[in-house]
């Protein structure tokens, strides 16, 4: 059934694993508890460390499923990583346990530090990589087959507008770059298997930010921002209603919009020097001609045949 009385979108019979949902007004808890009241069963996964980590804020996936089963929902709680295969792997056979099918995946789980890129620890830059960029691989990978075999599924990652270059999280950013770009690959590969993928980047007032941020205007501006505001965004992409993929969604405040990559125009010349480049700086970064770079252009490449992979001998092995 896709839908309650009135028109609303529910999710009864689904199966929905968020990451990262254990934090008190965090953006986890708010997509978890959506799903949940929407008629999803909910795995709530959280590690237990909060936004930072370290467990400064500590975060509580069994007080999260307990507060959706006393709205009368269906959850259970997981405290696998993210930030490993076997873990990830893990974290989806909770689902599978629980009740056999695993329908809806939302790459929530990550953390971050503000600091110059040359005073980032190395232990604390591997951390935010393996969270947000490889947490996202891992468990979509763990998940892919399972969705496969049912010709179903619906992957949203978290994204954040911080991919574009943001000061003092260029690691953060860049691992969102790379879950953005995971999105658009995933979102081709999924056509023809009923799975589809898709991306929001929210922006609202959490634990993680006042965690991370020192007073600013943005951090301010941030305040009125309620997570509660970004979780039906995820849940219409969560839905089988949505049918598109491989779009990135800005939400926040109650706006939705959708956020695209576009290329210019650009100057041609088929012997080109870089004094022609040099000459030619206007043409080149004159955005009033950009085209967007759409879905469409992806799918061109699903007539590309993969080379036979051959796997390592120590992966066979082990």
């Not at 708010?30 to 237990?48: F, I």
């Not at 830059?125 to 996202?136: K, N, R, S, W």
């Not at 959708?258 to 004094?275: C, I």
Request: charged share 20%; glycine share 10%.
């Amino acid at each position: 059934m896709s839908h309650l009385p009135g028109g609303q979108l529910n999710f009864d019979g689904r199966v929905a694993i968020v990451t990262g949902a254990g934090g008190q007004q965090s953006l986890g808890r708010a997509y978890a508890h959506l799903l949940g009241a929407r008629g999803a069963k909910v795995v709530v996964n959280d590690l237990g460390l909060g936004p930072d980590g370290r467990g400064t804020q500590r975060a509580r996936a069994d007080i999260v499923a307990q507060e959706i089963v006393d709205a009368g929902g269906e959850a259970v709680a997981d405290t696998h990583s993210v930030a490993e295969s076997d873990s990830a792997r893990a974290l989806i056979q909770t689902a599978l346990d629980a009740w056999g099918r695993v329908d809806i995946v939302v790459n929530n789980a990550g953390l971050n530090w503000t600091a110059r890129f040359d005073e980032l620890s190395e232990s604390d830059l591997q951390i935010i990589v393996d969270t947000h960029f490889m947490g996202a691989i891992w468990v979509n990978r763990a998940a892919w087959p399972q969705m496969k075999r049912q010709q179903y599924g619906r992957i949203v990652n978290i994204g954040s507008g911080a991919m574009f270059g943001e000061l003092y999280t260029p690691v953060y950013s860049a691992a969102k770059a790379g879950v953005y770009g995971l999105t658009r690959a995933l979102a081709v590969e999924g056509l023809d298997e009923g799975i589809r993928v898709n991306a929001v980047l929210p922006f609202a007032w959490t634990p993680a930010v006042e965690e991370s941020m020192v007073d600013s205007v943005f951090r301010r501006s941030l305040i009125p921002n309620r997570p509660e505001q970004v979780a039906p965004t995820i849940a219409y992409l969560a839905h089988e209603d949505c049918a598109f993929t491989g779009k990135a969604l800005v939400s926040g405040a109650g706006r939705v919009a959708e956020m695209f990559a576009s290329t210019t125009t650009g100057y041609v010349e088929s012997e080109l020097t870089p004094e022609a480049v040099r000459d030619h700086l206007d043409a080149i970064l004159d955005r009033g001609q950009a085209t967007h770079v759409t879905e469409a252009d992806a799918a061109t490449r699903r007539g590309i045949t993969p080379k036979p992979y051959a796997v390592q001998p120590e992966e066979k092995s082990a």
